[in-house]
């Protein structure tokens, strides 16, 4: 996953000169993450980003997935959400 420097972005569209900064997020070896995925929807609350959905790196069809990112410490959850708990 790729972080934008949204300073560099903002000084960016005042100097077209001006390097757009991108930063690849490094995590822990071992530690499980959602994978190389397309398709997918994010939301970003508080300090957490919701990732629902998506296509898996060569899947032809969609996955009903749930992940949580958390913002401070670049660290994935899985989150088991069951079709109970969702309100329609």
């Known amino acids: 996953m790729w972080r934008l420097d949204l300073d560099s972005l903002m000084r960016a569209t005042e100097d077209p000169n001006y390097p757009v900064h991108w930063e690849q997020i490094q995590y822990?070896?071992?530690?499980?993450?959602?994978?190389?995925?397309?398709h997918h929807k994010c939301a970003v609350v508080g300090d957490k980003m919701i990732l629902v959905g998506g296509n898996k790196a060569g899947a032809e069809s969609g996955q009903a997935e749930t992940w949580i990112f958390d913002l401070?410490?670049?660290?994935?959850d899985s989150a088991k959400i069951s079709v109970s708990q969702l309100e329609i």
């Open 72 to 76: 401070k410490t670049n660290q994935w």
């Open 28 to 38: 822990k070896a071992g530690v499980k993450t959602p994978g190389r995925i397309s």
